[in-house]
Protein backbone atom coordinates (compact mmCIF):
# COMPACT_ATOMS: atom_id res chain seq x y z
CA UNK A 1 0.00 0.00 0.00
CA UNK A 2 0.84 3.61 -1.23
CA UNK A 3 0.37 6.28 1.05
CA UNK A 4 1.95 9.22 -0.43
CA UNK A 5 3.19 10.04 -3.58
CA UNK A 6 6.30 12.23 -4.71
CA UNK A 7 7.20 13.45 -7.94
CA UNK A 8 9.00 16.34 -9.49
CA UNK A 9 12.61 14.29 -9.58
CA UNK A 10 15.09 13.74 -12.20
CA UNK A 11 18.44 15.00 -12.85
CA UNK A 12 20.06 18.42 -13.20
CA UNK A 13 23.45 19.82 -13.31
CA UNK A 14 25.27 21.54 -10.41
CA UNK A 15 23.68 25.01 -9.38
CA UNK A 16 20.31 24.05 -10.63
CA UNK A 17 17.19 24.00 -9.10
CA UNK A 18 14.11 21.80 -8.94
CA UNK A 19 10.54 21.28 -7.39
CA UNK A 20 9.11 18.50 -5.56
CA UNK A 21 5.74 17.38 -4.81
CA UNK A 22 4.37 15.37 -2.45
CA UNK A 23 0.72 14.00 -2.61
CA UNK A 24 -1.71 11.84 -0.97
CA UNK A 25 -2.21 8.45 -2.93
CA UNK A 26 -5.77 8.63 -1.92
CA UNK A 27 -8.45 10.88 -3.83
CA UNK A 28 -10.38 11.67 -0.39
CA UNK A 29 -7.39 12.82 1.31
CA UNK A 30 -6.65 10.22 4.00
CA UNK A 31 -3.21 10.94 4.86
CA UNK A 32 -1.99 14.66 4.75
CA UNK A 33 -5.49 16.65 5.60
CA UNK A 34 -5.20 14.27 9.09
CA UNK A 35 -1.47 15.18 9.52
CA UNK A 36 -0.14 18.21 11.30
CA UNK A 37 3.30 17.31 11.02
CA UNK A 38 4.89 16.46 7.63
CA UNK A 39 8.71 16.48 6.11
CA UNK A 40 10.63 15.62 3.53
CA UNK A 41 13.67 12.54 3.47
CA UNK A 42 16.27 11.39 1.48
CA UNK A 43 18.64 8.59 1.66
CA UNK A 44 22.42 8.75 -0.55
CA UNK A 45 24.30 5.19 -1.78
CA UNK A 46 25.94 3.91 1.00
CA UNK A 47 24.18 6.02 4.09
CA UNK A 48 21.42 6.33 5.71
CA UNK A 49 18.20 7.90 5.22
CA UNK A 50 18.47 11.37 6.72
CA UNK A 51 16.05 13.99 7.47
CA UNK A 52 16.11 17.48 6.07
CA UNK A 53 13.05 19.30 6.39
CA UNK A 54 9.84 18.92 8.51
CA UNK A 55 6.55 21.96 8.18
CA UNK A 56 3.50 21.78 10.51
CA UNK A 57 -0.07 23.15 10.11
CA UNK A 58 1.17 26.29 11.19
CA UNK A 59 3.54 26.67 8.37
CA UNK A 60 6.67 26.61 10.73
CA UNK A 61 9.73 25.18 9.43
CA UNK A 62 13.05 22.83 10.70
CA UNK A 63 15.76 21.84 8.24
CA UNK A 64 18.97 20.29 8.88
CA UNK A 65 21.83 22.44 8.14
CA UNK A 66 23.11 19.77 4.84
CA UNK A 67 20.20 21.89 3.19
CA UNK A 68 19.52 25.05 5.18
CA UNK A 69 19.59 28.01 3.06
CA UNK A 70 19.25 25.61 -0.15
CA UNK A 71 15.57 24.21 0.39
CA UNK A 72 12.16 25.24 1.12
CA UNK A 73 9.47 23.28 2.75
CA UNK A 74 6.06 24.39 2.01
CA UNK A 75 2.61 22.64 1.86
CA UNK A 76 -0.45 23.71 0.65
CA UNK A 77 -3.42 22.42 3.33
CA UNK A 78 -6.39 23.66 0.51
CA UNK A 79 -4.93 20.83 -2.17
CA UNK A 80 -3.35 18.69 0.45
CA UNK A 81 0.13 18.82 -0.94
CA UNK A 82 3.45 18.92 0.41
CA UNK A 83 6.61 20.55 -1.43
CA UNK A 84 10.32 20.49 -1.37
CA UNK A 85 12.08 23.16 -3.74
CA UNK A 86 15.78 22.69 -4.08
CA UNK A 87 17.96 25.27 -5.16
CA UNK A 88 21.57 25.54 -5.53
CA UNK A 89 22.13 21.98 -5.85
CA UNK A 90 24.95 19.70 -5.60
CA UNK A 91 25.87 16.20 -6.41
CA UNK A 92 25.70 15.38 -2.63
CA UNK A 93 22.14 16.35 -3.12
CA UNK A 94 22.10 13.21 -5.18
CA UNK A 95 19.60 10.98 -3.33
CA UNK A 96 16.49 9.34 -3.22
CA UNK A 97 13.53 11.64 -1.77
CA UNK A 98 10.82 10.89 0.17
CA UNK A 99 7.77 12.48 1.80
CA UNK A 100 6.33 11.51 5.42
CA UNK A 101 3.12 12.29 7.21
CA UNK A 102 2.81 12.11 11.17
CA UNK A 103 -1.08 11.16 10.43
CA UNK A 104 -2.19 12.99 13.47
CA UNK A 105 -1.56 15.74 15.96
CA UNK A 106 2.23 15.92 17.61
CA UNK A 107 1.10 19.79 18.53
CA UNK A 108 4.89 21.68 19.17
CA UNK A 109 6.85 18.21 18.77
CA UNK A 110 6.75 18.22 14.99
CA UNK A 111 10.42 19.07 15.10
CA UNK A 112 11.56 16.57 18.23
CA UNK A 113 9.69 13.10 17.17
CA UNK A 114 11.77 10.27 15.56
CA UNK A 115 11.61 9.90 11.78
CA UNK A 116 10.68 6.34 12.56
CA UNK A 117 7.56 7.92 13.86
CA UNK A 118 6.69 8.96 10.96
CA UNK A 119 3.48 6.80 10.18
CA UNK A 120 2.52 7.47 6.21
CA UNK A 121 5.22 7.60 3.45
CA UNK A 122 5.85 7.58 -0.17
CA UNK A 123 7.90 5.14 -2.22
CA UNK A 124 10.13 8.17 -3.37
CA UNK A 125 11.92 9.98 -6.12
CA UNK A 126 15.15 10.08 -7.57
CA UNK A 127 16.88 13.30 -8.09
CA UNK A 128 20.63 13.26 -9.50
CA UNK A 129 22.98 16.44 -9.99
CA UNK A 130 25.94 16.02 -12.11
CA UNK A 131 28.56 18.49 -11.58
Known amino acids: QVDLVESGGGSVQAGGSMRLSCRDS????????????MGWFRQSPGKEREGIARINTNGETWYADSVKGRFTISRDNVDNHLYLQLDNLSPEDTAIYYC?????????????????????WGLGTQVTVSS
Open 100 to 120: AANGGTWFHFCFRRPDTDFGY
Open 26 to 37: SNIGRYIPRSDC
